[in-house]
């Protein structure tokens, strides 16, 4: 109990210093009431950061499925915009690629809600459905090409 204490403190602590940091590169003028205004706001969405983590479920830590995603989104964003881009192309020249719904199978260590996140973010697909059956958290996602890194990270079983 007292480690499960000691991460949700680590947690808040690392949200509440990001935050801060943050807001001090964006504001002009660094002053003690600013200073102080940044670091309450920050406290705040450092405490609901943490109660989303909670909701979400899943396991975004090293043990979860956030570390390898976090890796493999910025080839596939890389990837999906070169597919997204071809599709425009392709669109112009009358030949419409208009990509393909599919239902993929989250792994149980994927937090439904920030895999959802994480795979709408990208330029090539988005999800626009989550559901649970037989046991199993099932996506119904839309995208533009084959599957990439990501989406091999946060599902299994290939699409349907």
């Given at each position: 109990?007292?480690?499960?204490?000691?991460?949700?403190?680590?947690?808040?602590?690392?949200?509440?210093?990001?935050?801060?940091?943050?807001?001090?590169?964006?504001?002009?003028?660094?002053?003690?009431?600013?200073?102080?205004?940044?670091?309450?706001?920050?406290?705040?969405?450092?405490?609901?950061?943490?109660?989303?983590?909670?909701?979400?479920?899943?396991?975004?830590?090293?043990?979860?499925?956030?570390?390898?995603?976090?890796?493999?989104?910025?080839?596939?964003v890389c990837a999906d915009?070169?597919?997204?881009?071809?599709?425009?192309?392709?669109?112009?020249?009358?030949?419409?690629?208009?990509?393909?719904?599919?239902?993929?199978?989250?792994?149980?260590?994927?937090?439904?809600?920030?895999?959802?996140?994480?795979?709408?973010?990208?330029?090539?697909?988005?999800?626009?459905?989550?559901?649970?059956?037989?046991?199993?958290?099932?996506?119904?996602?839309?995208?533009?090409?084959?599957?990439?890194?990501?989406?091999?990270?946060?599902?299994?079983?290939?699409?349907?």
């Amino acid at each position: 109990m007292a480690r499960a204490g000691t991460a949700a403190v680590r947690q808040v602590l690392a949200w509440w210093a990001a935050l801060v940091v943050l807001y001090l590169m964006f504001i002009s003028t660094i002053s003690v009431l600013e200073c102080l205004v940044g670091m309450a706001g920050a406290a705040l969405v450092a405490l609901a950061a943490r109660q989303v983590a909670l909701a979400a479920g899943g396991r975004p830590g090293p043990k979860g499925r956030l570390g390898p995603a976090v890796r493999a989104f910025p080839a596939a964003v890389c990837a999906d915009t070169g597919q997204l881009v071809s599709a425009v192309v392709r669109s112009l020249l009358r030949r419409p690629d208009e990509g393909a719904f599919h239902t993929l199978t989250l792994r149980d260590d994927a937090g439904a809600a920030w895999a959802c996140a994480v795979l709408s973010a990208t330029p090539g697909s988005y999800v626009v459905d989550v559901r649970r059956e037989s046991g199993e958290r099932l996506i119904q996602v839309h995208t533009l090409g084959d599957p990439n890194r990501l989406e091999r990270t946060l599902t299994r079983g290939g699409r349907r």
